[in-house]
């Protein structure tokens, strides 16, 4: 039988060739790359299959770096090399707009506030006051996919990715080549053990780990812990059998875990509650905006 495509015109057999070669593309499968970098996740992979403290199946690995839901995120990272935590405007959280914001959190969420005062010893005013700063009260949790933040972090290890990805920070802000080099090599081993963290934490509550978002650091949730102190520090508050850090319940509960467990006690000093303050965020003016707007609360 002759083939068809010779019954035709030659421009039309031409557009169907055209048209055959885009179907047979689209139908290859995706890889956690991005295309426009070229730049495959395999080592990583590998790595976390081989890695027997982390304990996950090939099975588990494939299954989530096949999915395109995971991505080379340039744009999310790039900012970890250009952000300036000095230049925050950490005053606009005692505006009265915001302070009034804090005191009709603490009315609305009073139960779960009350009851985080009564099993860990840790004042409703602090957890409000971190929530506000941290996430406005959910109102920015972050847009960026975790999972792709912490994998394309943690595989900055390699030099010649770690190169490549240099010529894509942008140059406004960005750090110079020496410390991005040092910042890079170090967050890769952090950002690995948060990686780890993450698949644990996703797979053990039953999560879609693509739909997660957070900060271009990988924090998450309206308290935004990183998930190796969700692993440890996290609680189920509304106690419904799953630690969903986006429910305001679990993470009311969670925000005062993670300070009693740096020492937070009924009655603390001012001194030593911004020691406290100071595990949750490392930042001096983070420190002194969540004793200020404490103090505003209880005014």
Same mark, same amino acid.
Do not use: C, W
């Given at each position: 039988m002759r083939n068809v495509l010779t019954l035709l015109p030659d421009k039309f057999s031409s557009l169907i060739n055209v048209i055959l070669i885009i179907l047979m593309v689209a139908a290859i499968?995706?890889?956690?790359?991005?295309?426009?970098?070229?730049?495959? @996740?395999?080592?990583?992979?590998?790595?976390?299959?081989?890695?027997?403290?982390?304990? @996950?199946?090939?099975?588990?690995i494939n299954r989530i770096y096949n999915n395109p839901g995971v991505f080379f995120d340039i744009k999310g990272v790039s900012s970890y090399f250009r952000h300036q935590e000095g230049?925050?405007?950490?005053?606009? @959280?005692?505006?009265?707009?915001?302070?009034?914001?804090?005191?009709?959190?603490?009315?609305?969420?009073?139960?779960?506030l009350l009851k985080a005062e009564m099993d860990y010893?840790?004042?409703?005013?602090?957890?409000?006051?971190?929530?506000? !700063?941290?996430?406005? @009260?959910?109102?920015? !949790?972050?847009?960026?996919? !975790?999972?792709?933040?912490?994998?394309?972090?943690? !595989?900055?290890?390699?030099?010649?990715?770690?190169d490549r990805f240099w010529n894509k920070i942008p140059t406004e802000n960005r750090v110079t080549r020496e410390e991005y080099e040092k910042k890079a090599i170090r967050k890769s081993k952090w950002a690995y053990k948060e990686l780890i963290a993450f698949i644990t934490y996703v797979e053990k509550e039953g999560m879609d780990p693509y739909n997660i978002n957070g900060s271009y650091a990988g924090a998450m949730g309206l308290c935004q812990f990183m998930p190796s102190n969700i692993v440890i520090l996290a609680e189920d508050g509304n106690k419904d059998g799953i630690v969903n850090l986006f429910h305001h319940a679990d993470a009311i509960a969670s925000i005062a875990n993670y300070l009693k467990h740096y020492g937070w006690k009924p009655g603390i000093s001012r001194d030593k509650a911004g020691k406290v303050v100071h595990h949750y965020n490392h930042s001096s003016y983070y420190v002194e905006i969540v004793l200020k707007i404490i103090d505003e609360l209880k005014t």
């Open positions: 499968p995706m890889t956690a790359y991005s295309a426009d970098e070229n730049i495959s @996740f395999q080592t990583l992979e590998t790595r976390l299959i081989k890695d027997k403290e982390a304990n @996950f199946t090939a099975e588990k230049k925050l405007n950490y005053d606009q @959280f005692l505006s009265s707009k915001s302070i009034k914001k804090a005191n009709d959190y603490m009315r609305a969420h009073h139960a779960d010893g840790v004042d409703k005013e602090v957890i409000t006051a971190i929530m506000l !700063v941290e996430t406005r @009260f959910g109102a920015y !949790v972050g847009n960026r996919p !975790v999972i792709s933040i912490l994998s394309t972090m943690a !595989v900055l290890e390699d030099k010649t990715i770690r």
